[in-house]
């Protein structure tokens, strides 16, 4: 009887023992880790659903690898410190949603949202029903935001970018006849599409071609190259993500047509694609709120860091998950709260830091947020030479 006393003791004893060496810290290096989480410990646990496979992976990736260095970097200062755990969603909004449910199981207190508009959209209902603060990097359509007090956006919605577009192409006079090829299945694309219509009529651009494309025709863009160049568009633009903007480019070279190109950030990747022949982007225009050539510390040391760990330039998502950790980090400073708090104290406290604080970050100084969750920051023009981003 003694003998099990002892032992059961002495068994109490090294449990213990084994929750006190981890339950105080809290690492950001997921090289250890198959599902990408970290180590538990006294950290505000911030979560995200993202294509870390499929098509849109360059994207999803990116903001991964973006949010992670930031959380390193700030958890090294050894103030607040934050557990970061991403689901792979591929871009599919049902999956999306059973990540959701995994991360919340996990016991995300914070989220990162989605990276794509229309996952984003599919989780964001859950978020304002749990009361789960979110900063989405990048899922830019409006409805991701709409009627959701407690959803917010690193990125630029996409109204924003249409209206961005049609200003700078009449401020820079870089076109008169204008060609405009879309996406009208997407929301991303339709989004900008509409708001840069409207502007254009405004700014006096004269649209001589405006085509559309889905999902299932996707592959050929003939019809809509062909349409184009017979009006004499002397610009297209591209309100769409790379993939689709990468085989328009190969196409239009293959059929003598070289109009200028104008794109918008989901075209931030573009020389990242497979088999692409990235000498055909040359001369690409796009509005992206990031510059890897700036010259700033900030710019020079994140740039540095990303090359070393994973061998390529960062572009804009990986930037814009990296400014929205850093705000995390800045607002729960500010509001004075503690890992210990409910999801919807967090919440709370989000949201009044959001609305009045100002942030400056890699994708922008300065920055502000309003009630709809809607960022106010600069987009920067930005040209593709010599296979590499330079601001114009």
């Known amino acids: 009887m003694k003998k099990s006393l002892s032992m059961l003791l002495a068994g109490m004893m090294l449990v213990g023992t084994l929750a006190g060496c981890g339950g105080n810290t809290a690492s950001t290096d997921n090289a250890g880790s198959e599902d990408g989480s970290t180590a538990s410990g006294a950290a505000f646990k911030i979560g995200g659903t993202s294509p870390l496979t499929g098509d849109a992976a360059i994207y999803g990736n990116a903001v991964k690898r973006g949010a992670e260095i930031a959380a390193e970097e700030i958890n090294a200062k050894g103030g607040v410190q934050i557990e970061l755990k991403f689901e792979d969603d591929e871009n599919n909004t049902e999956k999306a949603v059973n990540a959701y449910n995994t991360l919340k199981d996990w ?30 990097p990048s899922a830019s359509s409006v409805a991701t935001t709409e009627g959701k007090d407690n959803v917010f956006q690193m990125c630029f919605a996409d109204p924003n970018q249409g209206t961005a577009s049609a200003e700078y192409i009449a401020d820079q006079k870089l076109g008169t006849k204008i060609a405009i090829i879309w996406k009208n299945d997407d929301v991303y694309s339709t989004g900008i599409h509409d708001k840069f219509v409207a502007e254009a009529e405004v700014k006096g651009l004269e649209i001589v071609s405006d085509t559309t494309f889905t999902d299932a025709s996707a592959t050929d863009f003939s019809v809509q190259l062909n349409d184009a160049k017979d009006k004499g568009a002397d610009l297209v633009f591209l309100p769409m993500y790379y993939t689709p903007a990468s085989l328009i480019l190969t ?47 900030k710019t020079v040391a994140f740039v540095t860091k990303y090359k070393e760990l994973y061998g390529e330039v960062p572009n804009q998502f990986a930037a814009d998950a990296y400014d929205c950790v850093y705000a995390y980090a800045q607002a729960l400073e500010a509001a004075e709260v503690t890992p210990d708090m409910s999801a919807e104290e967090l919440c709370t406290a989000m949201i009044e830091q959001f609305t009045s604080m100002t942030f400056n970050g890699l994708t922008g100084e300065n920055m502000t947020w309003d009630t709809t969750g809607a960022v106010s920051k600069s987009p920067k023009g930005m040209v593709i030479e010599n296979g590499a981003y330079v601001g114009m």
Request: net charge negative; with cysteine.
């Open 107 to 136: 016991g995300m207190q914070l989220s990162l949202g989605s990276v794509t508009s229309k996952p984003c959209e599919a989780i964001s209902t859950d978020l304002n029903a749990d009361r789960i603060f979110a900063l989405t």
């Open 251 to 297: 196409q239009a070279n293959a059929m003598g047509y070289a109009p200028k190109f104008f794109g918008v950030d989901g075209m931030d990747g573009i020389l990242t694609v497979e088999n692409f022949d990235k000498s055909l982007a040359e001369g690409v225009m796009l509005l992206t709120p990031f510059n890897a050539d700036a010259t700033d510390d």
